[in-house]
T-cell receptor, first 115, second 113 residues
Framework: AQKITQTQPGMFVQEKEAVTLDCTYD???????LFWYKQPSSGEMIFLIY??????QNATEGRYSLNFQKARKSANLVISASQLGDSAMYFC????????????FGSGTRLQVQP | DGGITQSPKYLFRKEGQNVTLSCEQN?????MYWYRQDPGQGLRLIYY???????QKGDIAEGYSVSREKKESFPLTVTSAQKNPTAFYLC????????????FGPGTRLTVT
């Protein structure tokens, strides 16, 4: 069974600084995908970044990068130059590459960006 | 505008009543999913459908039912058998089973009293 662990219930960061949100995962499937989603207070889930288990390079999308360490089973999200609008819940998720291909989510990290 | 719509945004029901949450997508996606989110927690899979007229139970299907009669529609019924129905419900879809990105609707917040 898959499992995603996010050990930081809440994080604070100063505006314009970088922040790392931790995510570790567990799976026996050699092929999988890792995702990060942002959930603002309105509730919608906003896709941020994706990393495939066979991707050689770490994924980057603008100010977001995913620090993928396969041997350690970690997929940390790095947000550079934090902005006030980055304040939200952040969820790490993993997708099975067989069967239902649904997402398994962690419990989330609430990020608050301070001016 | 392509996307996923869920209505209404807020829904209130009395205990013992069944309620149906709608989910419609115009993205021509094959696969659709229903997730439940409780306060301070991540999402959990209720039901999913990879093709019209076929659907499968997820991790927490008890007390819920779905149908997939049309590609664009995947309604979720919360029955009176669901012991703790108050939650935030999110619908999602994926273009093909093999594609990786999953798109989410805006969600419906259901309160049962």
């Amino acid at each position: 069974a898959q499992k995603i662990t996010q050990t930081q219930p809440g994080m604070f960061v100063q505006e314009k600084e970088a922040v790392t949100l931790d995510c570790t995962y567990d799976t026996s499937d050699p092929s999988y995908g890792l995702f990060w989603y942002k959930q603002p207070s309105s509730g919608e889930m906003i896709f941020l970044i994706y990393q495939g288990s066979y991707d050689q390079q770490n994924a980057t999308e603008g100010r977001y990068s995913l620090n993928f360490q396969k041997a350690r089973k970690s997929a940390n999200l790095v947000i550079s130059a934090s902005q006030l609008g980055d304040s939200a819940m952040y969820f790490c998720a993993m997708r099975e590459n067989t069967g239902r291909r649904a997402l398994t989510f962690g419990s989330g990290t609430r990020l608050q960006v301070q001016p | 505008d392509g996307g996923i719509t869920q209505s209404p945004k807020y829904l209130f029901r009395k205990e013992g009543q069944n309620v149906t949450l709608s989910c419609e997508q115009n993205l021509n996606h094959d696969a659709m999913y229903w997730y439940r989110q409780d306060p301070g927690q991540g999402l959990r899979l209720i039901y999913y459908s990879q093709i019209v007229n076929d659907f499968q139970k997820g991790d927490i299907a008890e007390g819920y039912s779905v149908s997939r009669e049309k590609k664009e529609s995947f309604p979720l019924t919360v029955t009176s058998a669901q012991k703790n129905p108050t939650a935030f419900y999110l619908c999602a879809s994926r273009w093909k089973v093999s594609s990786y990105e999953q798109y989410f609707g805006p969600g419906t917040r259901l309160t049962v009293t």
